[in-house]
């Protein structure tokens, strides 16, 4: 199994884009596709293209305008990896046979493995779902800051 190259990429404007949660203004202006695409190297057609996507997927809200920009959608504590894979690949699964409604697997009606693989996408699932926008973006937790301050 391996992510696509876009799904790679909005990881990782994901995680830029947390790494500036909360702030209103930035040194350099607003939070928008070009900036992300500066500080990332992600190509800017291919930012503008994530953002878009993001931004569907409720991850991202985008304001156009003067002044307008964009901002994580919720803390990122509360995204997961596979929000994130999700948003770019559309739903998880290891086989087509494993999304709900398709049926376009010839050997469907006899197959004896096709019950097993939903044990494997859920597996996957949780693992995506353990990542969450924080830990990828080295953000620190009330957790983390409540152990930092105790040390």
């Keep these: ?12 404007i994901m995680s830029a884009a947390a790494r ?18 500066e500080e990332t190297g992600v190509p800017l057609p291919t930012a503008q293209k994530l953002v878009s996507k993001l931004s569907a997927a409720g991850l ?6 003067v002044g307008g920009g964009i901002r994580l959608a919720r803390p990122p504590a509360s995204i997961s990896l596979a ?8 739903p998880l ?3 087509s046979c494993t999304i709900n409604g398709n049926h376009d697997c010839k050997l469907e009606d006899g197959c004896t493995v096709k019950p097993h ?21 080295d953000i620190p937790t009330a957790s983390k800051i409540r152990t930092m301050e105790k040390a």
């Design 20 to 37: 500036h949660c909360g702030a209103a203004l930035l040194a350099k202006g607003k939070l928008n596709a070009s900036r992300l695409s």
């Design 93 to 95: 699964a290891i086989t």
């Design 83 to 90: 929000d994130i894979v999700e948003a770019v690949e559309g």
């Design 117 to 137: 693989w939903g044990v494997v996408n859920k597996t996957i699932r949780k693992a995506l779902d353990d990542v969450s926008l924080a830990s990828l973006s």
């Design 60 to 65: 991202i809200e985008s304001t156009r305008g």
């Design 1 to 12: 199994m391996r992510l696509s190259n876009l799904a790679d990429y909005a990881v990782v």
